[in-house]
């Protein structure tokens, strides 16, 4: 990971779009949500090990909310926005006289300094750390798909795609069969277990934490689908300025946002309904693997993509973007430090090596504790950029350090 010249440094403030950065703000304040359950750790999760299944009629909205609109939607629409941004990045070197080549190295040298990030992220915070599986991608996928043609990337986008309607095929076929208990096995080991919230010893905890980690990172990076195929749609769209100009694709976006998301919340309804006992299913089928929670996987991707639409065509109608549109995408110019502050606000908080407030809320107080997290962030956000607008944050600055040299501001011409 040592010095290396580069074309160019990182991007400028005045040649960021408003849509990127606006989608990246608000999905902050999703993935903020989507992490609250994991630490519940004194509620009982039942078969599925996601969320609670006990609480008040407040608790129940908000899980059913967020099994239906949320969990395994969030994160396909970072996946995107990742792979958009890599191609931004690999795009900006090449236009100043990079090689391909260098621009590849460049990507590479970014993606094992997002791995020592996550690592060091799960190791003092969060075991379902992303930045590393995301890292490992970028790896993969940088290498594979970056340098190729835009027909190159939509065969590897339309495998992903054939893989994940075909992992998804065993639980259509249950459900089409009435017969939802086939697959899974009840129940699934609560998520505030493998993530660490109730464990009161730092280094036990840790030790899980990194555990969970390496399996999210390795089999997220390299074997996860869904991401790739969200991730190479990205770079499809960023060579078209999909998200810096979406005027001119305005159908096409409109056409995303209705059916993306709307297969994605029907794919996550059944599960939800499953989960408050609207409806009575085995609970092997809300369990890791069972038929409900396949479909809810497979059709999370799409819920991303609607996600980016909705975000790209709400950026266009803004001409004149107001004070709380700005500190929202003054956020996503900081994406990683929010991600990282998110849990930094979160753990020692909520788990009980820490003060241990998780014990102590349920998930409708713990989603209140969530959207507080996120506003402190944008408010942080927000006065880092009236001040400076133009500095990084963070974590930011450490990842440009390391992929650009000491200097990073100064390697650009």
């Not at 939802?180 to 609560?190: C, H, Q, W």
């Amino acid at each position: 990971m040592g010095s290396q010249s580069v074309a160019r440094g990182p991007v400028r403030a005045a040649e960021r779009a408003l849509a990127p950065d606006l989608a990246r703000g608000v999905m902050l304040l999703l993935i903020c949500l989507s992490n609250t359950g994991f630490h519940l750790y004194a509620a009982h999760h039942g078969a599925s090990g996601w969320h609670p299944d006990e609480g008040s009629p407040a608790d129940r909205v908000v899980q059913f909310v967020m099994i239906t609109c949320l969990d395994l939607r969030v994160y396909p629409l970072f996946a995107f926005l990742f792979g958009y941004g890599m191609t931004q990045l690999y795009l900006r070197q090449t236009a100043r006289g990079a090689t391909p080549r260098d621009a590849v190295r460049l990507l590479r040298r970014r993606g094992l300094w997002l791995i020592v990030i996550g690592f060091a992220h799960a190791a003092f915070l969060m075991a379902g750390d992303i930045t590393g599986a995301y890292g490992v991608a970028s790896l993969l996928l940088g290498w594979l798909f970056v340098r190729r043609g835009d027909r190159t990337v939509l065969v590897g986008a339309a495998v992903a795609l054939a893989l994940v309607l075909l992992s998804a095929w065993p639980a259509v076929t249950a459900v089409a069969a009435g017969d939802l208990g086939r697959l899974g096995d009840a129940p699934t080991e609560p998520t505030t277990v493998v993530y660490a919230a109730g464990e009161d010893d730092p280094l036990a905890a840790a030790g899980t934490r990194l555990t969970t980690w390496a399996f999210v990172t390795l089999a997220g990076g390299f074997l996860a689908a869904p991401m790739f195929l969200v991730m190479l749609l990205g770079f499809w769209a960023a060579r078209r300025r999909v998200l810096e100009e979406p005027a001119p694709r305005r159908r096409l976006l409109r056409w995303t946002a209705v059916v993306g998301i709307t297969v994605g919340w029907l794919g996550g309804l059944p599960g939800a309904l499953a989960h408050v006992g609207a409806v009575r299913v085995p609970a092997d089928a809300i369990s890791e693997g069972g038929s409900l929670r396949l479909i809810s996987e497979a059709t999370g991707p799409f819920a991303g993509l609607g996600y980016v639409a909705v975000f790209a065509l709400l950026a266009g109608r803004l001409r004149r973007p107001g004070r709380a549109t700005r500190a929202v995408a003054a956020l996503g110019r900081r994406s990683l430090s929010g991600y990282l502050a998110h849990s930094l606000l979160f753990a020692p908080v909520l788990a009980a090596w820490g003060i241990g407030l998780g014990a102590h809320l349920s998930s409708a107080t713990m989603a209140l504790f969530a959207c507080a997290v996120w506003l402190t962030t944008v408010l942080a956000a927000d006065f880092h950029e009236r001040r400076r607008p133009d500095a990084p944050g963070p974590a930011e600055s450490l990842l440009r350090r390391g992929v650009y040299g000491p200097h990073p501001a100064r390697s650009a011409p």
